[in-house]
Nanobody, 122 residues
Framework: QVQLVESGGGLVQPGGSLRLSCAASGSILSINDMRWYRQAPGKQRELVAT???????NYANSVKGRFTISRDNSKNTVYLQMHTLTPEDTAVYYC????????????????WGQGTQVTVSS
């Protein structure tokens, strides 16, 4: 019933920028923390950024100063603005959220989207 759908990924040159979006849909009463993870080939999935329901953000050291996480609660959407991209940023980026489903009133922690590919290459 609830879905998280990522968009905005693609191929970008080193030094370029992309903005990822993750829209939550379905019968949702509220969303607390939202997160972006990424997984590069041969590496474990890592937490990139977190934003609380109140808008407080935290970042992995590898992306501090380059990435910005934000959210639009009216659209149930979280964004990841990425600047100064390098090949090390190449990965599948996954959206993750803690949310309250309206129909069942289940509180779902760590609900996943299916990911969007970001490739940084010349």
């Amino acid at each position: 019933q609830v879905q998280l759908v990522e968009s905005g990924g693609g191929l970008v040159q080193p030094g370029g920028s992309l903005r990822l979006s993750c829209a939550a849909s379905g019968s949702i009463l509220s969303i607390n923390d939202m997160r972006w993870y990424r997984q590069a080939p041969g590496k474990q999935r890592e937490l990139v950024a977190t934003i609380t329901g109140g808008g407080s953000a935290n970042y992995a050291n590898s992306v501090k100063g380059r990435f910005t996480i934000s959210r639009d609660n009216s659209k149930n959407t979280v964004y990841l603005q990425m600047h100064t991209l390098t090949p090390e940023d190449t990965a599948v980026y996954y959206c993750n959220a803690d949310l309250l489903a309206a129909g069942s009133r289940w509180y779902l922690e760590g609900y996943w989207g299916q990911g969007t590919q970001v490739t940084v290459s010349s």
